[in-house]
């Protein structure tokens, strides 16, 4: 059972655009999801995170939506680059727990 | 710093083998973890240690064995494994192991390549 979902494989995004990447999760418990960029053969960098008493976080191209009633979140990259070329997983967690649950991963790519 | 080291890099063994995955963080972090991702999967939770000592084994075959000496280092000792345990192996840390809503985040290591033959 897939707790939290990345539903798109793929994206493909020239540079300057918007990139918009979507997740859904099912578990209601989930309190603080998080968003990791990973390159090949590299291990998944930290991007942006939202705790859920939130529906905004924003870090310089890099905006996380939550929209905790559709159970949905989604990752803005604006403008988007050549290296931002990667995948990008969404993971969720419940309060007070170390246990971090990845979504299947969505490869972003920007072509110029 | 918010660096995670893993060594080695790769490691190719065979299935009567036995090897050691080695992590290291100097950031003063209390939460380590293992991680293991296959080809085109998430990754996913194996082992959670916090202040030293084991707190989520998310039910991994025995196998696999964590050790952490100290609150820097964290091993996962293998044994007899098997072709299918082929994957890229993550270790992490955090700052505590009171999750992530204080505003806690997951550094990774690059991961350990390792290949069962």
């Known amino acids: 059972d897939q707790q939290v979902k990345q539903n798109s494989p793929s994206l493909s995004v020239q540079e300057g655009r918007i990139s918009i990447l979507n997740c859904d999760y099912t578990?209601?418990?989930?309190?603080?999801f998080l968003w990791y960029k990973k390159y090949p053969a590299e291990g998944p960098t930290f991007l942006i995170s939202?705790?859920?008493?939130?529906d905004k976080n924003e870090d310089g191209r890099f905006t996380v939506f939550l929209n905790k009633s559709a159970k949905h979140l989604s990752l803005h990259i604006v403008p988007s680059q050549p290296g931002d070329s990667a995948v990008y997983f969404c993971?969720?967690?419940?309060?007070?727990?170390?246990?971090?649950?990845f979504g299947t991963g969505t490869r972003l790519q920007v072509f110029p | 710093d918010t660096e995670v080291t893993q060594t080695p890099k790769h490691l190719v063994m065979g299935m009567t083998n036995k090897k050691s995955l080695k992590c290291e963080q100097h950031?003063?972090?209390?939460?380590m973890y293992w991680y293991k991702q296959k080809a085109k999967k998430p990754p996913e939770l194996m082992f959670v240690?916090?202040?030293?000592?084991?707190?989520i084994n998310e039910s991994v075959p025995s196998r696999f064995s964590p050790e952490c000496p100290n609150s820097s280092l964290l091993n996962l000792h293998l044994h007899a494994l098997q072709p299918e345990d082929s994957a890229l192996y993550l270790c992490?840390?955090?700052?505590?192991?009171?999750?992530?809503?204080?505003?806690?985040?997951?550094?990774f290591g690059e991961g350990s390549w390792l290949t069962v033959v």
């Open positions: 993971a969720a967690s419940g309060y007070n727990t170390d246990k971090l649950i």
């Open positions: 939202i705790s859920s008493i939130k």
């Open positions: 240690y916090s202040y030293e000592k084991l707190s």
């Open positions: 950031m003063g972090h209390r939460a």
């Open positions: 578990n209601s418990m989930f309190d603080y």
């Open positions: 992490a840390s955090s700052q505590d192991g009171q999750g992530f809503v204080s505003g806690n985040t997951i550094y």
